[in-house]
């Protein structure tokens, strides 16, 4: 329990709350990403999400860091990414001092952290290194090429942010296979800070990170890899470049294109694989998507053949690789044009559709249904455990007094921590119902109990399609990452939690995340039915712990 509840939750639970408060700083001190026609906003928007990342991170971090030269320059390297990250935000730096940062960090991390690139498993003679000379150079390059490759993606709402959560789940399984108890910490503290900041940046995006977040992400990203494939270890120091396929791929390309055309290869422009998605008709949801699954591939690939020979690795992602190039090459040269169809509205239409449209009838049965369904499994889910630790109650007390506080006191603010508040009280109240055989079991409630979830999402799926709020919730790139890790989670719980039933809980949560999302987007503001219902559920639970 110690992974999920004292490192994940509480990075996730120092990010999300203090990013308003750096968004009122930013616009306070004009650190604003203006659009102009290189991007894809409209409007201005705070760049400084990366700070809340940082903090989120070390947050935790620090509770169980110990004093090994590794950590200590991995702290000092950071600490000069993000001071520099920081004075680029908010005044654009020149790309050599931005450079400069780089390699100074770079240099910290190899002669202190003693962290470089000397093993190139079987594409070097067998009990060969690579000398100093060679080998210092070599990784400080990476170091600098990563953290700009993951600068570079981040172009699109959650870009960024999402494939770096997608390469820190794998980093996080590594390390723990491997006995490297820091980088498992470190990596888990990322995730819990990446996820609190793409509550802001999924599109349309309120928040970016800013190059102090795309550079800590990718710093801290190739650092890691390094750490766990550098080290006496069976994986393939081939690793860190599939696990960070996708955007050093991007990189490469860009930057080759550039130089082959007579331009600098830091010469901001449009060709980024992100951009020319959006080209072929491709809406910025769906590119992000489509990113995302393109470098699930890499990702999944690299864990697959992690003991593999590293010529099968290089091969498995010049494959992969080729087989993008090829398809933007294809649709470059073709000018393929995505057309948008709405096959759904095209296989329902007809006049009895058309009748239970106009009634509403499809909005208004399945949002009823999640209106008052979704309040009373959370209040049931209450009543199941046998036994309540004594930290819970004190904790419920915690969220209805911030409720209470912000339904008097502080209106705009309710959603906001209601939202915390569940974040908080529903993973914790899930897992209790699986931590006693008999109270996991549930005798003859476990049928109509399970059956409930199904239920509930299908009635929140339904509300989805046939929502007509305009600015009510929508489904975005989040919820895939949502469900990646709902998918990890399985094979994690074996490992750090040694609770078989972890698969239920985490699909149970994220169930109960995903449906009080659309519920609260679909209410308007209309909060005060779940926000008496989500305090009787505490109560519930502060009562049973008094009793």
């Known amino acids: 329990m110690i992974y999920l509840s004292s490192t994940f939750l509480l990075s996730l639970f120092v990010t999300i709350p203090i990013i308003p408060i750096l968004i009122r700083v930013a616009e306070r001190f004009h650190a604003l990403d203006m659009p102009d026609e290189r991007k894809v906003h409209s409007h201005p928007i705070p760049r400084i999400g990366g700070i809340a990342m940082v903090i989120g991170t070390f947050a935790t971090a620090f509770l169980w860091a110990d004093s090994s030269p590794f950590f200590k320059a991995y702290a000092i390297g950071i600490a000069i990414i993000v001071a520099f990250g920081l004075i680029d935000d908010l005044k654009q730096l020149d790309y050599r001092v931005k450079f400069g940062a780089q390699l100074l960090a770079s240099f910290i991390i190899v002669f202190y952290g003693d962290i470089k690139i000397d093993d190139l498993g079987a594409m070097l003679p067998e009990g060969y290194a690579l000398p100093v000379w060679i080998s210092v150079p070599l990784t400080v390059f990476v170091i600098v090429g990563v953290t700009n490759a993951i ?13 770096s959560l997608i390469s820190l789940c794998c980093i996080g399984y590594l390390a723990y296979i491997q006995e490297n108890t820091i980088i498992s910490f470190l990596a888990i503290s990322l995730i819990g800070a990446v996820f609190g900041f793409l509550r802001f940046n999924t599109h349309p995006a309120t928040l970016f990170m800013g190059d102090t977040g795309s550079q800590f992400l990718g710093f801290s990203l190739i650092v890691m890899l390094l750490s766990i494939t550098q080290e006496d270890t069976a994986l393939s ?24 055309n007579g331009r600098s290869p830091f010469k901001p422009d449009k ?8 080209r072929l008709g491709f809406y910025h949801n769906e590119s992000v998507f489509i990113i995302y699954v393109i470098h699930t591939l890499f990702v999944t690939s690299a864990f697959v053949l992690r003991y593999h020979y590293e010529w099968v690795l290089l091969g498995g992602y010049l494959i992969l690789s080729g087989l993008v190039l090829g398809f933007f090459f294809i649709s470059d040269k073709k000018a ?4 948008h169809i709405d096959i759904i509205d095209h296989a329902i239409k007809g006049r009895f559709a058309d009748i239970i449209k ?16 979704i309040p009373i499994l959370l209040i049931c889910t209450c009543f199941f455990p046998m036994k309540i630790p004594k930290f819970f109650p004190i904790i419920s007390i915690s969220f209805i007094v911030l409720i209470v506080a912000a339904w008097f006191f502080k209106r705009n603010w309710l959603r906001g921590v209601l939202t915390f508040s569940l974040y908080g009280f529903i993973p914790i109240i899930v897992f ?21 979830f199904f239920a509930i ?3 929140v799926v339904m509300t989805l399609r046939f929502t007509k709020r305009r600015k009510g919730f929508k489904a975005t790139t989040m919820d895939f990452l949502i469900l990646l890790v709902a998918l990890i989670a399985p094979y994690l719980a074996g490992t750090y939690l040694q609770y078989k039933e972890l698969g239920a809980v985490a699909a149970k949560t ?7 999302e659309v519920l609260i987007g679909e209410l308007r503001g209309e909060l005060g039915r779940i926000t008496l219902a989500t305090i009787v559920a505490l109560m519930v639970v502060v009562v049973r712990g008094i009793m």
């Not at 393929?336 to 057309?339: G, K, S, T, V």
């Not at 909005?363 to 008052?372: D, N, T």
């Not at 994220?510 to 009080?516: C, P």
């Open 358 to 373: 106009e009634k509403g009838l499809l909005i208004k049965i399945p949002f009823k249904c999640i209106e008052i369904g």
């Open 510 to 516: 994220i169930a109960l995340y995903f449906s009080y």
């Open 271 to 278: 060709n980024h694989f992100h951009h020319r998605l959006m």
């Open 237 to 260: 120091p081939v690793l860190p470049l599939i696990i960070l396929g996708f955007p050093v791929l991007d990189t490469l390309t860009v930057m080759g294109e550039r130089i082959a």
């Open 336 to 339: 393929w044009r995505i057309r």
């Open 457 to 459: 999402i299908f009635f």
């Open 432 to 452: 209790l119902t699986y931590t006693d055989e008999r109270v996991s079991d549930m005798g003859i409630y476990s049928i109509p109990y399970n059956l409930s």
């Open 151 to 163: 600068n570079l993606a981040d172009g699109l709402d959650g870009l960024a942010g999402g494939i």
